[in-house]
């Protein structure tokens, strides 16, 4: 299958285009580096450093006539997206609705799309938190990403184009940036491994679903057969605190600086965990890398490129 990966130098998107020519499928990159990197990069994939603004996008889709879409191009900082709301409804929201109007006109069979459950859903009324639950971003990228979806749907329901919307709990595994903005695993496995103290948000006790990338992948693989149409969660259904996270980290890397504590982040929802149930029935996914078992790989990953 000839398959177009939106970000597919990013962290997440990277892992999908490893998981696709594991498969045997003809893949092409789309990426401005904005925050990816070209030694993400599989060697077996072309990578068009372009923006999905660009009208070089278009040329790109008339040239390689991609079967599938896999778009995970985005502003991906919840951070950077409370200094800048407007940045992310163009990137994240327009950006979307270019790449599925764009697939429409194609005729890509399909548009496979990376949302967010974690930044989606406001702060929980229960949980874990199924596909169900009401929509109450709190953050200007979780809106935004909420805009993708529906530019899909709208997508859907007036030229015919089929989706699939993947809407992860925290990713965390090799090649996270740690310096960036998020990934509080990426950020502390860089600052352990380095002997340098780490900066727990409040009192760390604030829980989110982590889900290995690899799990992730995975899940993107299926959805190129499974789920037209669907919305679905993917994460591991279990909280896990940050202090959790830290003392798991500790005993990966053999590090023993004491963490520093600061204020606790402005908006941060305090518990969320996804139900995952339906991406069970519908793909067949459920995760099985455990989160011991992900943070060693990280870790190691992270030890051998750094
Ligand atoms: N990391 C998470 O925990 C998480 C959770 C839920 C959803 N997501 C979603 O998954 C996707 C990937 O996230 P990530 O964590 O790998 O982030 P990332 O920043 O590593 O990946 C995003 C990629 O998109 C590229 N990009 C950004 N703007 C672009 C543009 N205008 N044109 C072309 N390329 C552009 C970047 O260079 C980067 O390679 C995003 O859509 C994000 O919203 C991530």
Known sequence: MRILVTGGAGFIGSHVVDAYLAEGHEVRVIDNLATGRRANVNAKARLHEIDIHSLET???FREFRPEVVNHHA????V?????DPQHDLEVNGGGTARIAFLAAQHGVRKVIYSSTGGALYGTPERVPVDEGHP?????????SKRVGELYLDLAARTQGLAFTILRYANAYGPRQDPHGEAGVVAIFTGRMLRHEPCTIDGD??????YVFVGDIARANVIALEKGEGEALNVGTGRGTSVNAIFDALQR??????PPLHGPPR???VRRIWLDSARAGQVLGWTPVVPLDEGISRTVEWFRANS
Request: hydrophobic share 30%; aromatic share 2%; glycine share 12%.
């Open 74 to 77: 985005a502003q991906a900082s």
């Open 79 to 83: 951070k950077l997206s409370a200094a």
């Open 135 to 143: 929509i109450r971003p709190l953050s200007a990228y979780g809106l």
């Open 266 to 268: 402005p908006g941060d």
């Open 252 to 257: 990966a890397t053999g590090d023993t600086t």
């Open 204 to 209: 760390g006790e604030q829980e989110k679903d």
């Open 58 to 60: 278009d040329q790109v």
